[in-house]
């Protein structure tokens, strides 16, 4: 794209020049709400100069991300926490990789934020190299933090965010934004990221405070200590507290601080490398601390580690797939779940190891990973006989091979399908499902190939559903689909979630039958279908008590006046309506 | 006084043209100056709505840029290429209670998207509309509706032009005033086109043809050519020897004349649609297909006419 107006200023005082350009490409992200390979509401949105500002609404040349709010957090599909007695939950919940032509001393980030703006929180930077075919050939990488702050709530207007940012060492043409969107009362749109920097380092950046402070905030392998005998037996108050104590005292602290308390003396060290402080290890939230280095000290410590998260981390040749393999092969017996959401490093070697020394995972978190794995790829899964809960969002599995992890899986719970554009048919697979009679959400978003036999299908088995997302399957459609989805919702009555976004042909008929049978509903979206209408929403809040969001957004036979007395007639439902301005 | 209003606004619509490539956008850097010349377009567009002449006051009818009517136009530049556009949506929908403008402008508004994006192959411009309808689909509105599409692209580097054409728009190739390349019309039958829809749910007697069913060629094209492109609001209405004397009359490749004819072009051709004892090209079609008619056909008018011609030097 060689459209980036990059305009460059001299300034006639000593600086140094002045360099501000917007994003050549999006490289990397981890949720978005159009499809693959398209150009409506797709992250790569974000490259280029601006388009939509200062335009406020819901757009299709935007930059959307997969969800927003609370309502996927209260969905029965929501992932439980896991990690340190986590206290502090981690405000990323997607993030953006976008890469600049020019390297620069990042001075200013400009954000252009076009629909329901507060939600980015983290701004990195850092350098990565490619060569002239493109690819990137890093074999490490330096993030540095340039701002981070609380979301913001959200006011309906557009603006340019533009937050100070901290001073850093290296140029940078790297950018990655950390978004947090719970608070948002709908989906963010992002227009454009503007990277205003210098060319050279004017030399007075360096702030030593801060470079000192990433340093020890690194998490590195620690060595032994040398403490002096003396101080070695002597621990002061600590030596009367009984083990069990303090163990219960440092199983309060957080990752970061049981590293850094470790070095304060050996009985310490015992406690914080105690193998029971690490079942369950989240590393997410330092995903861009996390490097070889990093497993390589946690290794001997995870002997009972049950649950893991790296999503998000180890990119841009941060961690090899060697050492991901090694740290498995150590660490892998107990694991229970593993969580390696946007793992761009993962290679069809590490999917192997998982699979044969993993045997009892549970859950697997795959969501995102499209890099290096193609079809074949995910085919040793099927020996994993434990599974209840598995994310394959935006994977390139395919057919046969989603269709062998569910045959050998029928303990399946929780199966996320979403935004798989390489299934061949989606009914062959939904009709191999019924099998799982356990399986209690199932999110088929953007499903291409899901026809009304596929739906046929899941009414038969799957009774047991709670949640089930069928948001833009177009080919739910014809004559036949009013019957086969009222025949649907009659067998699965426990659902509380039902996703229906663009599925064009859902009708008043349809919104008749969920009023009839499912009584504990209690998120519904139906944006975009043209014949649903105020009579068929309001029976389904009057029947459905527990009722809490309703999506009626681009839902053209309601008129807005229609929405406001729905949602004065029920406050305790989120009635939500997107628009459009041109 | 509502003459003086529709004049007023026939004169907005025909100022509403585009401003030339300038050499600006593309230039080559100073020193690495290739030895060949680079070939560009000036283009300018003009367009009258059935609407406007006929009932002035219809409410909702507000400009746009790029529509006429029901119909719709781009042009936008990516790199070497020029890429233009016409769609001509299907009135009929309006006893749907549907906005025919709605669906060939969204389609229109994709394709330029999709070109200023790049997200383009500049020898298949079907594959240009095949991918404009289906983020149609992808969009959260439910964009219902039909259009003809037409769409060129002129690779200024390999001096070829590439086109798609699905229904009854059309393109003209023009050089030394006689034309030497034109547009294949699709029909089901008279006064029928190929169109690309996308119909609401239950009613499944609406025409759709694929993208695909598009008619594509490629030209070699050169400097001093004049490429018209149209709905068939002018092809209907003005025989193609009138229009080659429109285009004769142009004495240079400047933004102004290639304005003033189009101008002349698309006022010609409402004129003689509005003409009752006019024998258009239209009328002799009906006869030929046995239907007694005389007149012009009042339609929209959509023209758009690029000069290819040299892209400036800016150093001298």
């Known amino acids: ?582 | 006084m509502q003459s003086v209003l529709v004049y007023g606004r026939h004169f907005a619509r025909c100022v509403m043209g585009y401003i030339p490539y300038d050499a600006s956008a593309s230039v080559d850097l100073p020193g690495r100056r290739s030895a060949r010349r680079q070939m560009q377009l000036v283009t300018a567009s003009c367009g009258f709505s059935k609407d406007s002449a006929a009932n002035n006051n219809r409410p909702g009818q507000v400009f746009k840029k790029d529509i006429f009517g029901d119909d719709a136009c781009f042009v936008a530049k990516y790199k070497n290429y020029d890429v233009l556009g016409v769609a001509d949506g299907v009135g009929g929908w309006r006893d749907y209670g549907i906005d025919p403008s709605q669906f060939p402008s969204q389609l229109m508004k994709t394709c330029e998207r999709l070109v200023k994006l790049g997200h383009f192959n500049a020898q298949s411009p079907v594959a240009i509309i095949a991918t404009s309808y289906k983020e149609l689909l992808e969009n959260k509105t439910p964009c219902i509706g039909s259009s003809t599409a037409c769409i060129i692209v002129i690779d200024n580097e390999s001096k070829t032009l590439h086109s798609a054409n699905l229904g009854d728009s059309g393109f003209l190739i023009v050089r030394g005033g006689k034309v030497v390349h034109r547009s294949e019309e699709q029909q089901h039958y008279f006064n029928t086109p190929f169109q690309l829809s996308i119909a609401p749910p239950g009613l499944n007697t609406i025409l759709s043809d694929s993208p695909e069913s598009a008619s594509s060629s490629s030209v070699p094209i050169k400097v001093g050519d004049i490429v018209l492109m149209a709905t068939d609001g002018l092809f209907d209405n003005m025989p193609e020897s009138l229009i080659l004397k429109e285009i004769g009359k142009i004495k240079d490749q400047t933004i102004s004349s290639i304005q003033s004819a189009v101008n002349a072009i698309a006022e010609r051709a409402r004129e003689f649609a509005y003409d009752p004892n006019y024998m258009s090209p239209f009328a002799e079609h009906a006869r030929a297909n046995g239907m007694e008619f005389l007149g012009g056909k009042p339609d929209d008018i959509t023209v758009l006419i690029s000069a290819v011609c040299y892209a400036q030097d800016i150093d001298s």
């Open chain 1, 1 to 582: 794209m060689g459209c980036c107006p990059s305009r460059i200023c001299r300034p006639k005082t000593k600086m140094s020049t002045t360099v501000s350009q917007f994003a050549k490409e999006v490289l990397h992200f981890s949720s978005q709400y159009g499809t693959d390979g398209n150009v409506s509401y797709v992250v790569p949105n974000l490259a280029g100069p601006s388009t939509i500002y200062p335009s406020y609404g819901d757009m299709t040349a935007a930059c959307v991300f997969r969800t927003y709010g609370p309502w996927w957090e209260l969905a029965p599909s929501s992932q439980p926490e896991i990690g340190r007695n986590a206290k502090k939950p981690y405000l990323g919940q997607d993030f953006v990789d976008l890469w600049y032509a020019e390297k620069v001393y990042p001075t200013e980030v400009r954000i252009y934020e076009t629909y329901h703006p507060g939600a980015v929180v983290q701004i990195f930077a850092c350098e990565i190299h490619r060569d002239q075919a493109g690819q990137i050939v890093n074999n490490n990488v330096r993030w540095q933090l340039l701002w981070s702050g609380r979301p913001q709530v959200s006011l309906s207007d557009p603006r340019i965010f533009s937050p100070p940012l901290r001073k850093v060492r290296f140029a940078s043409n790297l950018i990655r934004l950390v978004v947090h969107h719970q608070h948002l009362r709908y989906y963010t749109e992002l227009d454009a990221v503007e990277l205003v920097g210098t060319l050279q380092d004017d030399g007075t950046d360096l702030d030593a405070v801060y470079a000192l402070r990433m340093q020890t905030l690194s998490i590195r392998s620690q060595d032994d200590l040398n403490v002096s005998p003396s101080m070695a037996i002597d621990n002061g108050c600590f030596d009367m507290l009984p083990g069990e104590l303090i163990q219960l005292i440092f199983s309060d602290l957080e990752l970061l601080d049981l590293c850094r308390a470790a070095p304060t003396c050996k009985l310490f060290k015992k406690h914080c490398y105690d193998k029971l402080q690490f079942v369950e290890l989240d590393l997410q939230p330092y995903w861009h601390k996390v490097n070889e280095n990093t497993l390589d000290g946690l290794a001997e410590r995870c002997q009972h580690l049950q649950k893991l998260s790296l999503a998000w981390c180890g990119d841009w040749g941060s961690l090899s797939t060697e050492s991901f393999s090694s740290f498995i092969l150590e660490c892998g017996a107990e694991l229970r779940c593993l969580r390696l959401s946007a793992c761009a490093f993962l290679t069809p070697n590490n999917i192997s190891v998982i699979a044969s020394k993993c045997p009892k995972l549970e859950e697997l978190d795959l969501s995102s990973v499209r890099v290096k794995l193609d079809s074949d790829a995910f085919n040793p899964l099927t020996t994993l006989s434990n599974l209840t809960r598995l994310n394959l969002y935006r994977t390139r599995i395919t057919e046969t091979v989603v269709i062998n992890i569910i045959r050998n899986s029928p303990k399946l719970e929780h199966l996320n399908l979403g935004a798989i554009q390489t299934i061949q048919s989606f009914d062959n697979v939904v009709a191999e499902l019924v099998k799982c009679k356990y399986l209690l959400s199932l999110n088929l978003w953007r499903a291409r190939s899901l026809t009304i036999t596929g739906l046929g299908a899941l009414s038969e088995g799957c009774k047991n559903l709670q949640e089930i997302d069928l948001g833009w399957c177009v080919q739910l459609r014809g004559t036949q689909f009013s019957s086969s989805f009222v025949s649907f919702v009659q067998s699965c009555r426990k659902l509380r979630k039902l996703f229906l976004t663009a599925v064009r042909s859902v009708s008043n008929n349809d919104m008749n039958a969920i009023a009839a049978y499912l009584p504990d509903l209690e998120q519904l979206d139906v944006l975009g279908t043209l014949s649903v209408s105020t009579d068929g929403v309001q029976r389904i809040l009057e029947s459905c008590p527990k009722m809490r969001f309703c999506d009626l957004s681009f839902c053209n036979s309601m008129s807005d006046m229609e929405i406001i007395v729905l949602r004065a007639a029920y406050p305790k439902v989120t009635i939500q309506r997107s628009f459009v301005t041109s």
